[in-house]
């Protein structure tokens, strides 16, 4: 049996597309030797500068919330505690279709057996620097012409590869999603290699 290995994601929770990579990230650990941590990283914080319409600017101001939070849960109480929120946060998000803000926040928390009074983070603005220190820690081998996921893994000969992606709708459930996660691994570790995409035909499905 091949040694278990860690694998980091880098998510913001307002993104469907990253909520379903996550959801298969979970499936790949029951059909591989994977165990995924959960890191944040932010669009907002991606987008800080950039010329966008003005719904998408409004999206982007509240976006800081959740993010927020979950770093100052992630300080206090570790990264086992950000993927329970993540878990909390996405099923009310995008399963719940529930808007973002304090009752959110405070209501997430508690599912996910936390202080609900964390969800003042939201606006705490000093937990920026440590936000942007991991945002910047996901995206710095993979480039700002991405969003989320971001995915860090040790590839087939052993080496660190690190990606954006995959962008998948339904996530693909058990032997499938072992059979994606080794596709992905083969490809990301090959050297030079850097885009295999085709347009998107489907919305986020999310069952």
Same mark, same amino acid.
């Given at each position: 049996?091949?040694?278990?290995?860690?694998?980091?994601?880098?998510?913001?929770?307002?993104?469907?597309?990253?909520?379903?990579?996550?959801?298969?990230?979970?499936?790949?650990?029951?059909?591989?030797?994977?165990?995924?941590?959960?890191?944040?990283?932010?669009?907002? *914080?991606?987008?800080?500068? !950039?010329?966008?319409? =003005?719904?998408?600017?409004?999206?982007?101001?509240?976006?800081?919330?959740?993010? !927020?939070?979950?770093?100052?849960? !992630?300080?206090?109480?570790?990264?086992?505690?950000?993927?329970?929120?993540?878990?909390?946060?996405?099923?009310?998000?995008?399963?719940?279709?529930?808007?973002?803000?304090?009752?959110?926040?405070?209501?997430?928390?508690?599912?996910?057996?936390?202080?609900?009074?964390?969800?003042?983070?939201?606006?705490?603005?000093?937990?920026?620097?440590?936000?942007? =220190?991991?945002?910047?820690?996901?995206?710095?081998?993979?480039?700002? =012409? *991405?969003?989320?996921?971001?995915?860090?893994?040790?590839?087939?000969?052993?080496?660190?590869?690190?990606?954006?992606?995959?962008?998948?709708?339904?996530?693909?459930?058990?032997?499938?999603?072992?059979?994606?996660?080794?596709?992905?691994?083969?490809?990301?570790?090959?050297?030079? $290699? $850097?885009?295999?995409?085709?347009? !998107?035909?489907?919305?986020?499905? $999310?069952?």
């Amino acid at each position: 049996m091949s040694e278990r290995v860690s694998v980091d994601m880098w998510f913001d929770p307002i993104c469907p597309w990253a909520w379903i990579t996550s959801r298969w990230l979970l499936e790949v650990e029951r059909v591989r030797e994977v165990d995924v941590r959960f890191n944040v990283m932010s669009l907002s *914080v991606l987008n800080e500068g !950039r010329e966008l319409p =003005e719904p998408y600017q409004e999206y982007m101001r509240l976006g800081w919330g959740p993010v !927020r939070v979950c770093v100052a849960v !992630r300080q206090r109480y570790g990264a086992d505690a950000v993927r329970a929120l993540y878990t909390a946060l996405g099923t009310r998000i995008h399963l719940g279709k529930e808007q973002l803000g304090p009752e959110l926040y405070r209501a997430a928390l508690t599912d996910a057996g936390l202080d609900p009074e964390l969800a003042a983070a939201a606006e705490d603005t000093s937990l920026d620097t440590a936000l942007r =220190e991991s945002h910047e820690a996901g995206m710095r081998p993979v480039g700002t =012409e *991405v969003g989320t996921p971001v995915v860090h893994a040790p590839g087939p000969d052993g080496r660190q590869v690190a990606f954006f992606g995959p962008v998948v709708t339904p996530a693909p459930k058990g032997e499938a999603a072992g059979r994606l996660w080794d596709g992905v691994l083969l490809v990301s570790g090959t050297p030079g $290699f $850097f885009e295999l995409k085709r347009s !998107r035909d489907l919305d986020p499905i $999310f069952d």
